[in-house]
């Protein structure tokens, strides 16, 4: 279970597309343990696979603590609300920033777990926002593309300068 390296803003491995888990064997187990583990030291509340440079589709997050783990694979929303909420925002991939982001305030969504049986779930809250954020990142999308494009301009630039 080893703290693996986080890719970092701009990577283009974080706008890049993650294909769909086809095996569900022990590396796919080893690589979710080995993302909590490397969430939990950054410190995050999720993170995925692609944020350690792997392309595939499987998430981490833990809201409550590492008694609260949660791992979706090949996750897909299916329904979002026409309510928006808004709620403040970050990568581990640009430690350092936020920004309120607006989401769906309530989604459905199916997944697999660890041994490929097929989910569905519905959330509200944090949990809804976290599973978009995440989504979002598995389908290329990083979490600023979401910002105007001002607010985005502001952001890298403040990232860039704390990290110059």
């Not at 690589?31 to 696979?49: H, K, N, Q, V």
């Not at 600023?144 to 985005?152: A, E, F, G, P, T």
Request: aromatic residues 4%.
């Amino acid at each position: 279970m080893p703290i693996r390296p986080i890719v970092r803003f701009p990577d283009e491995r974080l706008r890049t597309p993650c294909r769909a888990v086809e095996r569900f064997d022990d590396n796919l187990a080893a690589l979710a343990s080995d993302l909590a583990e490397t969430m939990r030291a950054a410190p995050g509340i999720g993170i995925t696979a692609a944020h350690v440079g792997e392309l595939l589709r499987l998430t981490v997050m833990e809201l409550d603590g590492p008694s609260s783990t949660r791992i979706y694979v090949n996750p897909e929303v299916e329904w979002s609300s026409a309510e928006i909420r808004r709620h403040a925002e970050g990568s581990v991939s640009m430690p350092g920033v936020t920004e309120e982001v607006e989401r769906a305030a309530r989604i459905r969504i199916r997944y697999q777990d660890l041994l490929g049986n097929s989910h569905a779930e519905e959330a509200d809250g944090l949990l809804a926002v976290c599973l978009q954020h995440e989504i979002d990142q598995l389908d290329g999308i990083f979490w600023i593309d979401r910002l105007s494009r001002l607010k985005r301009e502001r952001i890298v630039k403040k990232f860039r300068k704390m990290n110059s």
